[in-house]
């Protein structure tokens, strides 16, 4: 059974930064693409970086140059590095692998950003 386990997420300031990871376990081979998604309060879901597994990587216009995307395919972990947080960047977190044709969501993890 896969299992996608999220941690870093918090309560911030403004202009302050926090590092996202999702480990995800009953995984026996190589993960294909790995990504973070965020959802706010009333929006839909919506893409904030990707990474496939050969390390290319895209990102969502509104947290290019201040988000990172990362993989440690030993671990079995994506990263996601996000400096210079705004309040807009409010919103649950989740992971997502892409593995055997399927995907896996993790449960979230909530990032709050005050003004």
């Known amino acids: 059974q896969v299992q996608l386990v999220e941690s870093g997420g918090g309560l911030v300031q403004a202009g302050g930064s926090l590092r996202l990871s999702c480990t995800a376990s009953g995984i026996t081979f190589s993960i294909n693409a790995m990504g973070w998604y965020r959802q706010a309060p009333g929006k839909p879901r919506e893409l904030v970086a990707g990474?496939?597994?050969?390390?290319?990587?895209n990102y969502a216009d509104s947290v290019k140059g201040r988000f990172t995307i990362s993989r440690d395919n030993a671990k079995n972990t994506v990263y996601l590095q996000m400096n210079s947080l705004k309040p807009e960047d409010t919103a649950v977190y989740y992971c997502?692998?892409?593995?055997?044709?399927?995907?896996?969501w993790g449960q979230g993890t909530q990032v709050t950003v005050s003004s």
């Open positions: 997502k692998v892409e593995w055997t044709g399927y995907d896996f």
């Open positions: 990474i496939t597994s050969g390390d290319s990587t």
